[in-house]
Every structure is written in C-alpha cells, then in structure tokens.
C-alpha cells in the first residue's frame, strides 16, 4: 500500500523558513517524479513543484521560484521542500503527491504564515 | 499556463440520479505523443483528494463504475451516473500536458439536496 506522510509544518513568522518532508513507502520510490501541491484554506488545489526519480530536475510555479526549493533523498525514500522567505499567501495544507499525475496523495501538513 | 474552468461550480444532486460535471481548458490537452493528460480528483469533506480518473477516461483501482469521464481537446466531462451520499465533496480536473505548471480547475462542490 502507498503511503505518503508529511511533516515540518507550522506557524512561522513572514519572512521566515520551513522545511517540509514526505517520507514515502509501498512503491518502487526511485521510479517515480515527486510533487509538492498545496491548498489555502478554503480554497482549491495549487501545484507547487516537483522532482524528477534523480533529483536532477525541478520545477515550479513561478509564485514559489527563487524562495522554495524541492529536493529528494532516494536513500531515504523521502523528499523535502525548503521553504524560505515565507508570506502570508503560503498559508496552506501542503500535499506531498506520488508522480505527476497525482496517483496518491499524503494527508498533508499545515503550515500558518504570520506575525 | 493552461487555464482550467469548470461547471457548476455547485451541483445539488439527488441521490440516486445522475450528475456531470464540465471542465474546459485554455488550449487543446492533446499531447505531442498522442496522449491527453486530465485527471480528475475527489476531495470528501476534511479528507486529501484523492484521483478517479486518469488520462480523460481510466478509472483509478477502487473506484466505483459508477464515475466516468470523458472528452477530448478542450472539452472534458466527468459523469456520476447514481449519486451516492458517499460522493459529497468538491471535484476538481486537473491537466498535466503543459507544464510547468501543472494547472487544476477551481473545483465543483457536490452535495445533496
């Protein structure tokens, strides 16, 4: 059975960093591209970024580039999402997802931008 | 980036009796390898989305037959043939041919009359 748990969220100041992660079982981890999707709270669903099986190529949506940074730890079967320079509007349930077409999802973890 | 609209955004259902929902994107879906790449998601009350549906029509393992999608190009349909108290939530499609980034529709909320 896949399974996706994030972790690392909470409240931080604007201005300030977070790093999340997402360990991941039940699958052939190394195979597959990783995701990052987020939701404001009452709001829809926002991709965010993602990693390929090597952790060699990244991209993001263009509110994130230049403060968020994806990465991956095959060792660990886990990846992580730095998050620096927070603001308000990264107030957010963030998803960890399995692939790109969104084959499974975690349960998410909060993360609270504000003073 | 590719925009993605749906309709309703609200959709009363009566149990039991069918439902659909429309999602339509900016440009065509249609990859350069042939393939048409849109997904559609359940999110219940309180839960993670979970997928139905893959590539416009492949039902996802678990999923109930009675969900359907279909479509091509632009135009997109995601069917309920009986709706279920089970079905409540918000329904979103999501494209994942052009990218970055990967673009969902605003989400359709289902509930019962």
């Known amino acids: 059975e896949v399974q996706l748990v994030e972790s690392g969220g909470g409240l931080v100041q604007p201005g300030g960093s977070l790093r999340l992660s997402c360990a991941a079982s039940?699958?052939?981890?190394?195979?597959?591209?990783m995701s990052w999707v987020r939701q404001a709270p009452g709001k829809g669903l926002e991709w965010v970024a993602n990693?390929?099986?090597?952790?060699?190529?990244?991209r993001y949506v263009d509110s994130v580039k230049g403060r968020f940074t994806i990465s991956r730890d095959n060792a660990k079967n886990s990846i992580y999402l730095q998050m620096n320079s927070l603001r308000a509007e990264d107030t957010a349930v963030y998803y960890c997802?399995?692939?790109?077409?969104?084959?499974?999802w975690g349960q998410g973890t909060l993360v609270t931008v504000s003073s | 980036d590719v925009v993605m609209t749906q309709s309703p955004l609200s959709l009363p259902v009566t149990l039991g009796q069918p439902a659909s929902i429309s999602c339509r994107s900016s440009?065509?879906?249609?990859?350069?390898?042939?393939?048409?790449?849109l997904n559609w998601f359940q999110q219940r009350p309180g839960q993670s989305p979970r997928r139905l549906i893959y590539m416009v029509s492949h039902r996802d393992s678990g999923v109930p037959d009675r969900f359907s999608g279909s479509g091509s190009g632009t135009n997109f349909t995601l069917k309920i043939s009986r709706v279920e108290a089970e079905d409540v939530g918000v329904f979103y499609c999501?494209?994942?041919?052009?990218?970055?980034?990967?673009?969902f529709g605003p989400g359709t909320k289902v509930d019962i009359k």
């Open positions: 999501m494209q994942t041919t052009h990218w970055p980034p990967f673009t």
């Open positions: 039940g699958f052939t981890f190394t195979k597959f591209w």
């Open positions: 997802t399995k692939g790109n077409w969104g084959d499974n």
């Open positions: 440009q065509s879906l249609v990859h350069s390898d042939g393939n048409t790449y």
């Open positions: 990693i390929n099986e090597h952790g060699t190529e990244m």
